[in-house]
């Protein structure tokens, strides 16, 4: 039950002792209930701005909290977070990707059922101030909540052994990017709706010189070390074949592959990703020679380029005069769509002085409306149930929006860049020729056994 505290009192040179107002009137217990507290808050994304609207406006409510926010490289982060744990100085709250909270886990601080921190109000003039102190046990979201109002991969991802371990501000998905302009010049009126029309329009735009150089990719597509999301894209049309790459802890994409055909649902997948890198095929238009496919597609030198939501601004940055549109991934069963999740997760570092306070901002910022604004600000689709009807309304976000309810986080182990890695050196292994007499089913049964054997040893 909430109690409220109202203490009236005179400050003839402005307002001192914690929060800057004085405490005179207050018991030990209120005064302790609203000494001040600082949080460090590191984030990856280029979300700051927005943060630190939430880290004010948190503020006016409890003024004794602040908040610092600050970006860390990616590439950075595991480097400093370790250290920074280490010399006992590291941060209260952090973003963690979804494929690193595994990895994070034994450093993260399991979501509390509820948390108490203490409203403050302050009125009047400088001369005459009344403040009104009201301690709150504010409940944390349950388990069935995350169930019901989150997208089905957020429950799956986030709670481990009953525990939760961090709340999203938003949710990507992967979406199929094209170049109008090359679309036009190759007389393809419309993207493609189909794989098959996908592949149509790949053998279209791609142009080849004399020298056998590409010109003109049609799609960045085939390899895996210059492509930006090479894992994502191959794990959707895993997916999308009816294989899960992990499940249950353990990793299944090469299951039955000892006594497959050629048929099998990974090989297929395999191939139809390695062909548009294959000289000898119809739709080759990529290979390990050329620059990162984020900068063939931002350079005008690919019609089509697998991404996320948070590309967009990337590339508009990049290439301004492109002119840019998005569709939904095209999918294989029309009836049974599904998709590949990209998103961070806001958590509690478990060596954290203030859990209540940080426990209790992650609350405030993951609100509807507060979730809102986020996704508005940095568009990017929202997890929540409840706003994905009126996202799919909004032309820009709508193509990633399309497939949110269906998306899946395909990794769930402790070392994502190793795991990706390993499914990258299959893509070029599987490019390579034969040698003489080698039983080629065999050999790349081999190679899927060999990836999937490692990925396993990450989880």
Not at 406 to 414: L, P, R, V
Request: charge should be neutral.
């Amino acid at each position: 039950m909430r109690k409220k505290y109202i203490y009236t009192f005179l400050a003839l040179f402005g307002i001192t002792s914690t929060l800057g107002f004085g405490c005179k009137g207050l018991s030990q217990q209120e005064q302790a209930s609203i000494q001040p507290v600082t949080l460090t808050y590191w984030t990856v994304y280029d979300d700051v701005p927005q943060l630190q609207k939430f880290a004010t406006a948190y503020k006016q409510i409890r003024p004794y909290v602040t908040i610092n926010i600050r970006q860390i490289r990616y590439e950075e982060f595991d480097t400093l977070f370790t250290n920074a744990l280490a010399d006992d100085i590291g941060p209260d709250i952090i973003s963690t990707h979804v494929t690193w909270l595994r990895k994070y886990e034994p450093r993260l601080d399991p979501m509390p059922a509820s948390v108490n921190v203490s409203d403050v109000q302050v009125t009047g003039s400088q001369f005459s101030q009344q403040v009104t102190v009201t301690p709150q046990t504010n409940p944390m979201p349950s388990v069935r909540g995350i169930e019901s109002n989150f997208v089905g991969t957020v429950a799956n991802d986030i709670i481990i052994r009953n525990q939760i371990y961090g709340l999203p501000l938003a949710l990507d998905t992967l979406a199929l990017y094209y170049n109008k302009k090359i679309l036009d010049q190759a007389g393809i009126p419309e993207p493609p709706h189909t794989w098959a029309d996908f592949i149509a329009d790949v053998i279209k735009i791609t142009r080849i010189n004399g020298a056998g150089d590409i010109v003109q990719s049609g799609v960045p597509l085939g390899t895996g070390n210059n492509i930006e999301h090479a894992g994502d894209i191959f794990a959707l049309l895993l997916l999308q074949n009816g294989v899960d790459v992990v499940n249950n802890g353990t990793v299944v994409f090469a299951g039955g592959i000892e006594r497959a055909t050629a048929n099998h649902p990974t090989l297929e997948a395999l191939r139809f990703f390695t062909d548009f890198a294959r000289p000898t095929k119809e739709v080759y238009s990529w290979n390990e020679k050329q620059t990162s496919a984020f900068t063939a597609f931002t350079q005008g030198r690919a019609g089509f380029f697998f991404g996320f939501a948070y590309d967009y601004p990337r590339i508009k940055s990049r290439a301004p005069q492109l002119d840019v549109n998005v569709i939904a991934v095209p999918q294989l069963n029309d009836n049974a769509p599904v998709n590949v999740a990209n998103y961070w997760i806001e958590s509690v570092v478990k060596k954290t002085k203030h859990r209540n306070e940080a426990w209790d901002f992650i609350r405030f910022m993951t609100t509807p409306d507060n979730i809102a604004a986020y996704t508005t600000a940095t568009k990017q689709p929202s997890p929540l149930r409840s706003q994905v009807a009126t996202q799919q309304q909004d032309p820009e976000l709508a193509p990633f929006v399309t497939g949110i309810l269906t998306a899946k986080n395909w990794y769930t182990g402790k070392d994502i860049d190793r795991a990706s890695q390993a499914i990258a050196d299959l893509m070029k292994q599987y490019l390579l020729p034969y040698a003489d007499g080698q039983n080629a089913l065999k050999r790349d049964a081999q190679l899927v056994v060999n990836a999937a054997t490692i990925v396993q040893q990450t989880l």
